[in-house]
């Protein structure tokens, strides 16, 4: 497997709601016996939109990623 960050989903924190699943534009997380699990990690572009509309905060993005500057503004 690759070596890539996927957001983190703290399973004892998340109630089922489907907010994730509902919110992914690329369809990487997917609800298995009532919890979102990210089935297909190669399609999670690391948005961050699971993670923003998840009401218990039970998705966290392990790090963030930042737009860097135009070069003649660095």
């Known amino acids: 497997m690759d070596n890539w960050s996927i957001?983190?989903?703290d399973m004892e924190?998340?109630?089922g709601c489907?907010?994730?699943v509902e919110y992914?534009?690329?369809k990487a997380v997917t609800m298995v016996h009532q919890q979102p699990v990210i089935h297909e990690p190669r399609l999670?572009?690391?948005c961050g939109l699971c993670e923003d509309s998840c009401p218990e905060d039970a998705i966290t993005l392990?790090?963030?990623i930042v737009p860097r500057p135009p070069a003649n503004q660095a």
């Open 18 to 20: 489907g907010l994730c």
């Open 62 to 64: 392990l790090f963030e």
């Open 44 to 46: 999670c572009t690391y």
């Open 7 to 9: 957001p983190s989903i």
């Open 24 to 26: 992914c534009p690329t």
């Open 13 to 15: 924190r998340c109630t």
